[in-house]
T-cell receptor, first 114, second 113 residues
Framework: NAGVTQTPKFQVLKTGQSMTLQCAQD?????MSWYRQDPGMGLRLIHY???????DQGEVPNGYNVSRSTTEDFPLRLLSAAPSQTSVYFC?????????????FGPGTRLTVL | AQSVTQPDIHITVSEGASLELRCNYS??????LFWYVQSPGQGLQLLLK??????LVQGIKGFEAEFKRSQSSFNLRKPSVHWSDAAEYFC???????????FGQGTELSVKP
């Protein structure tokens, strides 16, 4: 298994540009989520999905869209990038939405918005 | 609202010395608690988790953590630190909906030779 994969690893955008951060998992996990990591703030939940076709907002959803058309993929879209979205983004997945289940994290995407 | 506090932003210990990383949580019910480690440039890896039962939890890489309800704490310990333990450590608690994690700010561990 490749586990949780994320692309790209690094990205630089200009303010106002759009882009999609890709996340895929090959473990047949139902639960997937996106976090952003900022210095001194730990990880904060952006959006999550409990299965294909179902998504919901986390703690910091503004400026981000998600969709879940398949079990494997959970892309994160920035429609109009802003400097405040400069961060490291992590995708995670687990078999179930129950917290007893371990979440597996991808390697992250480091995004800089100029 | 649930929250997690890691009071120490950065800790330096000598190789072979013992380690304790502090974590305090705020949660109304019995919490589900986690410790994750992040090596430089890597994603997060689960070290251990607590749901119920024995308050001393054993994890991978020789780490353990003790849940103390009276102190709202879940401190991470290791008896003898190795240079490869240098990383950032995150404590987390389950959010108010299953599967969502609330993270602390993280503690960066440096290991002196």
């Amino acid at each position: 298994n490749a586990g949780v994969t994320q692309t790209p690893k690094f990205q630089v955008l200009k303010t106002g540009q759009s882009m999609t951060l890709q996340c895929a998992q090959d473990m047949n996990h139902e639960y997937m989520s996106w976090y952003r990591q900022d210095p001194g703030m730990g990880l904060r939940l952006i959006h999550y999905s409990v299965g294909a076709g179902i998504t919901d907002q986390g703690e910091v959803p503004n400026g981000y869209n998600v969709s879940r058309s398949t079990t494997e993929d959970f892309p994160l879209r920035l429609l109009s990038a802003a400097p405040s979205q400069t961060s490291v983004y992590f995708c995670a997945s687990s078999y179930a939405r129950d917290s007893t289940d371990t979440q597996y994290f991808g390697p992250g995407t480091r995004l800089t918005v100029l | 609202a649930q929250s997690v506090t890691q009071p120490d932003i950065h800790i330096t210990v000598s190789e072979g010395a013992s380690l304790e990383l502090r974590c305090n949580y705020s949660y109304g019910a019995t919490p589900y608690l986690f410790w994750y480690v992040q090596s430089p440039g890597q994603g997060l890896q689960l070290l251990l988790k607590y749901f119920s039962g024995d308050t001393l939890v054993q994890g991978i890489k020789g780490f353990e953590a003790e849940f103390k309800r009276s102190q709202s704490s879940f401190n991470l310990r290791k008896p003898s630190v190795h240079w490869s333990d240098a990383a950032e450590y995150f404590c987390a608690v389950e959010g108010n909906q299953g599967g969502k994690l609330i993270f602390g700010q993280g503690t960066e561990l440096s290991v002196k030779p």
